[in-house]
């Protein structure tokens, strides 16, 4: 091998170092640009889980009032329906006295002074 081939093959070794070399650097710098854009998006994520903890337990919440109001309501509806029930029995005897003073005097009054 002549002196000329071995410079050559110097002169293309250098060049393939320096290559390497700056690929090396461009990678280093997408390696830092991707770790800064995946710490941001993990800080992103930490605040929507937050929000998204928070959110679920203010709703787990409001279930569990809605199911202590349904449970409140259901009370005062069966309440009420006894009390229906309670004045029904006693409308309806009521209406059977007024009804046996009506069918009474009634029979008095047609057998009365003609």
């Known amino acids: 091998m002549t002196e000329e081939e071995i410079g050559k093959k110097i002169e293309f070794i250098i060049e393939q170092q320096a ?14 640009a991707d770790s800064a ?3 941001e998006s993990f800080l992103t994520l930490r605040e929507s ?11 787990v919440s409001l279930v569990g009032n809605l199911a202590d109001a ?20 006693r409308l309806n005897v009521f209406i059977d006295v007024v009804e046996r003073y009506i069918s009474r005097n009634g029979k008095q009054g047609s057998e009365g002074p003609a």
């Open 70 to 89: 349904q449970e409140r309501t259901e009370g005062k509806v069966a309440e009420l329906a006894e009390a229906q029930a309670r004045t029904d029995e």
């Open 19 to 32: 290559q390497f070399a700056a690929d090396i650097q461009a990678l280093r710098e997408v390696q830092a």
């Open 49 to 59: 889980y937050h929000t998204l903890t928070g959110a679920v337990t203010t709703i």
């Open 37 to 39: 854009l995946m710490k």
